[in-house]
Structure formats: structure tokens, C-alpha cells
């Protein structure tokens, strides 16, 4: 079973940027489609950015397209999402998703 710890959250102020990372263990990570979604509070859970095994194919939500970008790095078994130009609204808890399992989420909070 996959296991994903994502790291990488923070408090920063409208426009700044942040990088999270989400690193995997218990499978090939090869192997995986990673997925990024995000909750803000009293919201669903979303889906914000997803990435193939070999990393050449990319999805985004909408709402974070041109801003953010999902990476990853299969030597170190971990995926990254690039975010710039955060908005107030990009508030929330990011969570990992891969192979049916979910991290622990780690808290963003973009506030003036």
C-alpha cells in the first residue's frame, strides 16, 4: 500500500509563492499517477493538479491554471507542486493522492 507524507505548507501573503512536496514510499513509484486536491474550510475536497508516471503528461484544475505546477522527480519518489501568485482563495489543506491512498494534507494559508 502506498504511503504519502506531503511537507511544504505555510502562511505567506497574497501574491507570494510556495512549493509542496509529497513524498511516497510502500510502491514503484514509477508506477503511480500522483494527484495534488485541496480543502478549504467547509468546503469538498478539490481537485487541483495530477501528473502521469513518466511526468510528461499534466492536468490542472481552472481555478490554478498559470499559476501553479505539478512536477515530479521518480529518483526521489517524490512530487511537487509549484505554487505562484497565491491568492487568498488558494487557502486550505493540500493533500497527495495516489493509487487510492491519501497523505495527512499540510496546511496553506495565504492571508494579508
Known amino acids: 500500500q502506498v504511503q504519502l507524507v506531503e511537507s511544504g505548507g505555510g502562511l505567506v501573503q497574497p501574491g507570494e509563492s510556495l512549493r509542496l512536496s509529497c513524498a511516497a514510499s510502500?510502491?514503484?513509484?514509477?508506477?503511480?499517477?500522483l494527484n495534488w486536491y485541496r480543502q478549504a474550510p467547509g468546503t469538498g475536497r478539490e481537485f487541483v493538479a495530477a501528473?502521469?508516471?513518466?511526468?510528461?503528461?499534466?492536468l490542472y484544475a481552472d481555478s490554478v491554471k498559470g499559476r501553479f505546477t505539478i512536477s515530479r522527480e521518480n529518483a526521489k519518489n517524490t512530487v511537487y507542486l509549484q505554487m505562484d501568485d497565491l491568492k487568498t482563495d488558494d487557502t486550505g489543506i493540500y493533500y497527495c493522492?495516489?493509487?487510492?491512498?491519501w497523505g495527512p494534507g499540510t496546511q496553506v494559508t495565504v492571508s494579508s
Open positions: 493522492n495516489a493509487a487510492g491512498a
Open positions: 510502500g510502491h514503484t513509484f514509477s508506477d503511480l499517477a
Open positions: 501528473i502521469g508516471r513518466r511526468g510528461d503528461s499534466t
